[in-house]
């Protein structure tokens, strides 16, 4: 009742990131001396490369330390524009660009701008943690759309069709996705994008993992397919994974013009440009060859080839191979737990980490983040291997 009157309605509904609170609790509990083994990690373990960190330096020296335009400085949107051009096949002007605290902060903007009271917005299922949360701020409603395990957790364009609504306004994609590692190809996400120009549906395609991707896949971005989508399309991506800049809190999307122009107006009002000194290091970065992805897929697919090995000897867990990012998202079904019990005991009783899958939309399933060595995957597994025999 107190809260009721002393918060905004449109807080009430809100709960705090699961991914961000046993991440910092897992942290905490290591340095607190305990052995935990973290595959609750929601970014790169890998340190930010050193000429991106002396790009930040140079500008802190320089006395690069003002405010900047609020959509970020002209050089850094001028490399976006190149990179969405080379990697996505994507036409956008620096005035269809916004830089923005994270691509968290993208995806929150452009949803600011599309979605409100009244509006529906469309959500695979299962989903990163924040989206639902997003679309409740904006107080649109989230409808989630169902998926499988059978197709790797991706929706099709008729699961679509049949989830639209005449409220319906935009569709979140996330590929490769968080938490399932699903990867649209070519003819799904042109089938999606067929559907959303019909019923004119715009999408907020989260392509933030685009750079950690297996076994020779390619990344698609769904702007890419013609006119139409286009320009109902806000393309999100960030450096945060791609360049192990997590904290650093740069994220940018590509929009129409009419729908940046907002987001422009929205982010003037609200955080201002993101902090000069880390867009001096992301132009560094954006500006360098793309080894470090390289780097970082490889070093992935190792890993990923080793706990799927683990996991397979397992019965009580079940999986589908990851085809990008860094989680594996387990099915749990067998061992009769939910999955807030599996996590809290398996975190107490042998100090593993990771994330239930409630908070991502399905309960009988746990995620495991594979951003740690092959060290601790071993470590984490022998913990869980042993401890699954007990349960
Ligand atoms: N989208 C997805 C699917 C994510 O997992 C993350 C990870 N935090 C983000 C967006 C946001 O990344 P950041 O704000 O660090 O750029
Ligand atoms: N996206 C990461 C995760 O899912 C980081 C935490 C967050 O921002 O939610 O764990």
Redesign the pocket.
């Given at each position: 009742m107190k809260i009721d009157t002393r918060l905004a309605q449109r807080l009430l509904k809100i709960n705090p990131?699961s991914?961000?609170a046993i991440?910092s609790k897992a942290k905490k509990l290591k340095s607190s001396g305990k052995d935990i083994v973290n595959f609750a990690?929601?970014?790169p373990d890998f340190d930010t490369p050193d000429f991106i960190k002396e790009a930040a330096i140079a500008a802190i020296q320089s006395g690069f330390t003002k405010y900047t335009p609020t959509t970020g400085t002209a050089d850094l949107k001028k490399l976006i524009c190149q990179k969405f051009k080379k990697d996505n096949l994507l036409e956008y002007s620096p005035e269809q660009v916004i830089v923005s605290c994270g691509a968290?902060h993208s995806v929150y903007n452009a949803l600011m701008v599309l979605a409100g009271l009244g509006d529906e917005v469309l959500i695979p299922l299962p989903y990163?943690?924040?989206y639902p949360e997003m679309a409740n701020l904006c107080q649109a409603t989230p409808v989630f759309i169902e998926t499988s395990a059978k197709n790797n957790f991706k929706i099709t364009a008729k699961d679509l069709s049949r989830c639209i609504t005449p409220r319906t306004k935009v569709l979140i994609l996330n590929s490769p996705s968080?938490p399932a590692g699903s990867v649209y190809n070519k003819e799904e996400l042109g089938a999606i994008a067929e559907v959303c120009v019909k019923k004119n549906i715009f999408v907020i395609s989260d392509e933030i993992y685009e750079k950690i991707i297996f076994d020779g896949l390619k990344h698609e971005s769904i702007a890419a397919f013609g006119k139409d989508i286009y320009n109902l399309t806000i393309t999100v991506n960030g450096l945060s994974k791609s360049h192990a800049m997590t904290g650093w809190r740069i994220g940018y999307l590509g929009a129409p013009a009419d729908i940046a122009a907002a987001i422009s107006n929205l982010q003037d009002h609200s955080t201002s440009n993101p902090n000069s000194i880390a867009q001096k290091a992301a132009e560094a970065a954006l500006s360098a060859p793309d080894d470090f992805s390289l780097k970082l897929r490889q070093e992935f697919t190792r890993r990923r080839d080793y706990l799927a090995s683990r996991i397979k000897k397992i019965k009580e867990l079940d999986f589908c191979l990851p085809q990008g990012a860094f989680y594996m998202f387990c099915d749990i079904s067998k061992t009769r737990l939910d999955s807030l019990t599996f996590a809290t005991r398996l975190l107490e009783e042998e100090y593993v980490s990771l994330?239930p899958g409630k908070p991502f939309g399905l309960d009988n399933y746990i995620r495991i983040s594979f951003a740690t060595s092959v060290e601790e995957i071993q470590k984490g597994m022998d913990r869980i291997e042993k401890w699954i025999k007990k349960i």
């Open positions: 990131s991914t961000l991440t990690a929601g970014e968290k990163w943690v924040s968080n994330i």
